[in-house]
């Protein structure tokens, strides 16, 4: 007869522990490859002899996992031949047949720049075709943009000789035409002009809506002593996007302000027991300061001097008046930088009362 040896307590479970473990498998996972999406908002537009492409750093991969670190974005470029029509090229023509043009470094979610510098047989003999590729820091890559497709034009060369006139009410930038294209045709024939300006530091904004036909450009919404810069492109169409040249040499702006407030206007003045007493209108400037009462006295010489500190408001009683002395009064108007008008119109009254 067999002994058979039972097992019991916990020596027994974990043999039952073992045996399920060594049971049937589920299926093998492929390890999780991460790749980057490609970067956004793609765009491309030609600038005088250049192409400008921007578009956005991807934040995540397509797991929705997020980038770690600054990764790279590669731009590829295709050369096809111009068309009647421009049509893209397919993204997988581009990577079979493209080139890598220049890889920009970026953080991710921040937009990116590339300016493509165009060779003298490019322009108006083919079509661009350009598309990116997201490089994370380790090396993966994602698939290649929507290709954007560029037929370079003889776009006119840039503005020449900027130059300012100051008005008390605007600043008028003046510019001279370029007289030729890119690549040296005669006339240029720009349709019309863009304008932009910028803080001392800042980025430069468009200042007009739509195309100027011709200089000058009117700068009504600015500061004396205010630093700006301007530069000018001239514009190929009529029509956003705007097709336009480089951008002109810049032309740096603190305008001074020379300009004195216009005389105080509407006078009206009144005698009373002792004294004289005169009113007029506000002035319309910005940085008025106040106002200067001068008064003269019958047969004395020249205008003194009641308030040789500007006053804020437009009244003033003058009660150093003799009894029936004849004063005339006249005034001025101060603005924040120390520009005095010239006098206003002379008011005249005689004392009925005061000293004797």
Not at 192 to 215: D, I, Q, S
């Amino acid at each position: 007869m067999t002994k058979r040896t039972i097992l019991r307590g916990p020596l027994a479970v974990g043999f039952a522990v073992l045996a399920a473990a060594c049971g049937h498998k589920g299926p093998l996972l492929p390890p999780v490859v991460r790749v980057p999406q490609p970067p956004g908002d793609f765009t491309c537009l030609q600038r005088g002899s250049r192409v400008l492409l921007r578009w956005t750093n991807p934040e995540s991969y397509v797991d929705g996992e997020p980038m770690p670190g600054p990764g790279t974005v590669e731009v590829w470029v295709l050369e096809t031949p111009k068309a009647e029509k421009v049509a893209p090229a397919a993204a997988a023509d581009v990577e079979a047949k493209g080139q890598v043009v220049g890889r920009v470094a970026g953080k991710a979610g921040e937009p990116g720049e590339f300016a493509y510098e165009l060779a003298p047989r490019e322009i108006e003999a083919c079509v661009l075709n350009f598309a990116l590729r997201a490089r994370d820091p380790g090396g993966r890559v994602s698939a290649l943009t929507e290709v954007c497709a560029c037929a370079p034009q003889a776009l006119p060369r840039p503005p020449t000789d900027l130059r300012v006139r100051v008005f008390v009410d605007r600043l008028e930038v003046g510019w001279t035409a370029p007289e030729a294209t890119i690549d040296g045709r005669r006339p240029a024939a720009p349709i019309g002009y863009l304008v932009l300006r910028a803080e001392e530091t800042g980025p430069f904004e468009l200042l007009t809506a739509e195309p100027l036909k011709a200089p000058p450009f009117a700068d009504k919404d600015f500061e004396f002593e205010h630093p700006y810069r301007y530069v000018v492109r001239a514009a190929a169409n009529t029509a956003a996007p705007y097709l336009t040249s480089d951008d002109s040499p810049v032309l740096e702006v603190r305008a001074k302000d020379e300009f004195p407030p216009r005389p105080p206007l509407g006078i009206v003045i009144v005698a009373g027991e002792g004294f004289i007493s005169l009113s007029w209108e506000p002035g319309p400037e910005k940085d008025l300061a106040g106002y200067k009462v001068w008064r003269r006295a019958e047969g004395e010489g020249g205008f003194l001097a009641l308030t040789p500190q500007p006053i804020l408001e437009n009244a003033y009683t003058d009660r150093a008046v003799e009894k029936g002395a004849k004063y005339t009064y006249t005034l001025t108007a101060v603005d924040s930088r120390g520009n005095e008008s010239e006098r206003s119109a002379a008011a005249v009254e005689t004392a009925r009362g005061g000293r004797p």
